[in-house]
């Protein structure tokens, strides 16, 4: 039995994110996981027969990749409205169905208010409203902002998952269950949906979480480490990592790694004692540098491996 209903509203507005990032260690990398779920649907509804009729499939199979950036959304402030793929924190929910967005249906271009509309929302934190991970695609724009349709695959966790390290945790745990939806609406009047039960049958998983922890940040420098926390059930036999800094920041000093490039690409790699990460161990490295920009954020750096995503 499906749990939930569409109560929300069409916008879901954002509270302001930038408070984010007074925080003295801020966590700019995310976590991410693919896997694959099977879908059983039920009949699907709504007064739109031609998008209803392409959505007749009894069973599907989705392919997610869910990238979450570090948060809790049981925390009041920032995140009461839930997190958007852009708005500081990274957001990337996208679904790969074996039935497709119904033919001549093309994604919008120009200027969309909530951009491509990946976004987590946990029900102004109510304690009764299931946390959501959505993938939306946006219609041809008709006004700014707007749309003159939209078509969304949203998957529904369980209460109490409410943070990216147990989001990730259960969409990685092979048969679980959760209920998902795809809604269309055009032009605010003709709709079609359906529900159904996915099982999470596949999961490849990095074995790796890396994120950058600011221990300080002045008007023209900063410090900070990269931590790479082995997530996995077997040991890392060592690591390499890319670092794409902010624009005007550069690593002058470096420590407990091996450090190529030139700002703000970087290369590191391990030292002959720090390769091997045991499970649920992490090592860490440092580095520190000037940032010639006051509008760049150190917490930004982008990090890239084939351990960690």
């Given at each position: 039995m499906f749990l939930t209903k569409r109560l929300r509203s069409v916008f879901i507005f954002m509270s302001v994110f930038l408070a984010s990032l007074a925080s003295s260690a801020a966590f700019a990398q995310s976590t991410a996981v693919t896997l694959q779920l099977e879908i059983t649907w039920e009949e699907t509804t709504g007064s739109d027969t031609e998008v209803a009729q392409a959505l007749n499939s009894a069973t599907d199979t989705w392919t997610i990749t869910a990238e979450l950036g570090d948060f809790d959304l049981t925390q009041p402030g920032p995140y009461q409205d839930g997190l958007y793929e852009k708005n500081l924190h990274p957001v990337h929910f996208n679904v790969v169905s074996t039935t497709s967005v119904p033919e001549g249906l093309e994604p919008a271009t120009g200027h969309i208010g909530i951009?491509?509309?990946?976004?987590?929302?946990?029900?102004?934190?109510d304690g009764t409203s299931p946390v959501q991970l959505t993938d939306r695609t946006l219609g041809t724009a008709s006004f700014q902002p707007g749309y003159t349709w939209f078509f969304e695959r949203t998957l529904y966790l369980p209460l109490g998952n409410d943070t990216d390290d147990?989001?990730?945790?259960?969409?990685?745990?092979?048969?679980?269950?959760?209920?998902?939806?795809?809604?269309?609406?055009?032009?605010?009047?003709?709709?079609?949906?359906?529900?159904?039960?996915?099982?999470v049958m596949a999961v490849d998983v990095p074995p790796a979480v890396c994120d950058i922890v600011v221990h300080s940040q002045w008007q023209d420098g900063y410090a900070a480490d990269v931590r790479i926390r082995n997530m996995s059930q077997d040991v890392i036999e060592g690591w390499n990592l890319d670092l794409t800094l902010p624009g005007s920041a550069t690593i002058t000093n470096s420590w407990n790694a091996t450090l190529s490039g030139a700002g703000p690409f970087f290369s590191a790699s391990n030292l002959d004692w720090n390769g091997n990460i045991q499970p649920g161990q992490e090592v860490t490295f440092g580095i520190m540098g000037p940032i010639t920009t006051v509008a760049h954020a150190i917490s930004d750096t982008q990090i890239s491996s084939a351990i960690c995503q």
């Open positions: 951009g491509s509309a990946d976004y987590v929302f946990n029900g102004r934190n147990s989001i990730i945790a259960l969409l990685s745990t092979i048969g679980t269950q959760f209920d998902v939806e795809e809604y269309f609406l055009k032009d605010r009047v003709a709709s079609a949906s359906r529900v159904g039960i996915a099982t």
